[in-house]
């Protein structure tokens, strides 16, 4: 399969969770990351376009399943943001269920892209959504944003420092830096994601 032209991407449909959304075939990418981590940058630096994903001041707006079809039969997801202190705790529980039943049932998902501030990796919730991938053997890239906020020697010590913690988990994990503003790592993902996206 050759590589996929990602700034052809469009927005298709928003859901609360997976009973609305499209029929389960193809596949499809998840993104998850903390609220803050930089995720809807990522995913308009990754498909060229300035709004494809809402940035905002506020994070955790997104508390909707997003769904982006990059060509036919190859969609983008973007999970709602976790981890986000100022959202009452009946809408975040909502949040984590939502995103449970994503990761466990949903048959076209075929990788995870987690995002996390690369100053600050692996929280809880973090290991969470890489234990869940892992557990139903689904491959996981993790993104290290904001990573111009390093010296390029931090930055590899960082990339290390996450490469070692990640090897208890067992599972099929790649981990790589990544910097909107400077599209640091932006190869990397996209050769990750058409890799998955051949998997048809």
Not at 71 to 91: F, H, K, S, T
Not at 117 to 134: C, G, S, Y
Not at 173 to 196: H, M, Y
């Amino acid at each position: 399969m050759r590589p996929l032209n990602y700034a052809k991407t469009h927005f298709i449909l928003s859901a609360p969770d997976i009973t609305h959304l499209p029929v389960d075939t193809g596949v499809e990418i998840a993104f998850a990351g903390r609220s803050n981590a930089g995720k809807s940058s990522a995913l308009n630096t990754l498909t060229n376009q300035k709004a494809l994903a809402r940035t905002s001041k506020t994070p955790g707006r997104t508390q909707l399943i997003n769904l982006f079809e990059v060509a036919e039969n190859c969609r983008l997801v973007d999970l709602p943001g976790y981890g986000y202190a100022q959202v009452p705790e009946a809408i975040k529980r909502k949040w984590q269920k939502s995103l449970g039943e994503y990761l466990q049932k949903r048959e076209s998902l075929k990788g995870l892209v987690v995002l996390m501030d690369i100053r600050h990796p692996l929280k809880d919730l973090d290991q969470q959504m890489i234990e869940w991938a892992v557990s139903v053997n689904i491959p996981v890239m993790l993104l290290l944003t904001k990573a111009d906020k390093l010296a390029s020697g931090a930055q590899k010590k960082q990339v290390n420092m996450v490469k070692e913690a990640i090897l208890p988990f067992q599972g099929d994990i790649t981990v790589a830096p990544f910097s909107s503003p400077k599209r640091v790592g932006l190869e990397a993902l996209k050769q990750k994601l058409d890799e998955w996206f051949s998997q048809q």
